[in-house]
Each structure stands twice: as C-alpha cells, then as structure tokens.
T-cell receptor, first 119, second 109 residues
C-alpha cells in the first residue's frame, strides 16, 4: 500500500544548529503539507505545496524555517538556527490534489513524522 | 477560521465497552477526517466522512453536515484502541486540515 515516507524518525540537536527533514509523498499526489504538532495538541499547518509551488506559508516562521519541493515530488523542511521551542513532531502529509481515480482529491495521508528535540 | 471542538477530552474504558466520540465544527466543511494517533505519533486514517455514515469493522462514523457535528463509534473496545483520536476538517477546496484537540482514549484490560 502506498505510504508517505519521512526521515529521520528522530532528531536530537543543540540550539543554534541547523536541521533538515525529508518527505516523500504518495506517488502521484500533487499536494504536500508540512504540519507541526506540539505535545498535547493537534497538528498545525506550516506550509502547503501544490506541485512545486507554495500555496500557503502564512504560518511558517520564515526567519528560521524554509521549505522546498523543487521537482514537485519530495520535499525538505529546514530549520536554521534551531531554538528550544522548536521541539515538536513534524508531520508530512499528501493528498491527490486533483479529482480522478475515484479518490477524494483532498483526503490527506500522513507519514510517520520526525520527532525533534532541541537541547 | 473554522473551529473544531472534540469531546470528551479524556475517556477511560474497560475492555469490551462501547464509546462515542463527538466532533463539533463551526462552519460548513467539504472534508472531515477521523484519525487515530498511535503511541509512536503516527496519524492513522480512520474515515474520510464529510457527510453520511461509514463503517469499518468495530468502528463507525456519522457526520451530520447540516448540524455541524460528527460522531465516531467504537464498539467492543480493545487495549490496542488506546491512543488519541483526532477529528480534522477542511472548510473549502484543497486547504489544510484544521484539527481539534483530540480525545485521549485509554482501554484497560
């Protein structure tokens, strides 16, 4: 069964260091999302891509966070420099983004996440 | 933006018991999904249900879009059902999911 892949699964870093997370969506999915989940809360959107274009990055702290999806397939989320408050689970999701194949175009599927700890 | 409220926040059940989780939302939606977050943090898709009723084994869900609520039913609960259940909605188009705060379910043997 097709799945969203993420790596690494766990990352421990010191504050002021740079970290990067990778996501490979379900094959053929045009829409890719990065969410951040703080312990005890629901996930919240950081950035949404449609193919290689950013659709919504209004909640992305652009002074330290960046995201790219250069070829419209896999994506990288970077934090530089990391701060203590960045400790969280970073989740990637994808959806078809277009109608077809009898699948809802906006049903989202999540990867296993990257749990980041900043010391 | 759209608001999502889930209840109860916490639920403890004896194995074999049934339960109902509720999700209220503040505006019309074109996507509503129920997820189970396992102890490792992964969100498992349970239902895509912007309206109507669906069943999958011991789980079923109903969304009454006109009254802006959805219910998730768990029957004959098992210890493996423990975890956090999230309801998430999309107000329009292909926009991001807005999540509730979740219901933490503990099933004890």
């Amino acid at each position: 069964e097709a799945e969203v892949a993420q790596s690494p699964r766990y990352k421990i870093t010191e504050k002021s260091q740079a970290v990067a997370f990778w996501c490979d969506p379900i094959s053929g999915h045009a829409t890719l999302y990065w969410y951040r989940q703080i312990l005890g809360q629901g996930p919240e959107l950081l950035v949404q891509f449609q193919d290689e274009s950013v659709v919504d990055d209004s909640q992305l702290p652009k002074d330290r966070f960046s995201a790219e999806r250069l070829k419209g397939v896999d994506s990288t989320l970077k934090i530089q420099p990391a701060e203590l408050g960045d400790s969280a689970m970073y989740l990637c999701a994808s959806s078809p983004g277009t109608s077809g194949n009898n699948a809802p175009y906006n049903e989202q599927f999540f990867g296993p996440g990257t749990r980041l700890t900043v010391l | 933006g759209i608001q999502v409220e889930q209840s109860p926040p916490d639920l403890i059940l004896q194995e074999g018991a049934n339960s109902t989780l509720r999700c209220n939302f503040s505006d019309s939606v074109n996507n509503l999904q129920w997820f189970h977050q396992n102890p490792w943090g992964q969100l498992i898709n349970l239902f895509y249900i912007p309206s109507g009723t669906k069943q999958n084994g011991r789980l079923s869900a109903t969304t009454v879009a006109t009254e802006r609520y959805s219910l998730l039913y768990i029957s004959s609960s098992q210890t493996t059902d423990s975890g956090v259940y999230f309801c998430a909605v999309v107000g329009s188009g292909n926009t991001p999911l807005v999540f509730g705060k979740g219901t933490r379910l503990s099933v004890i043997a």
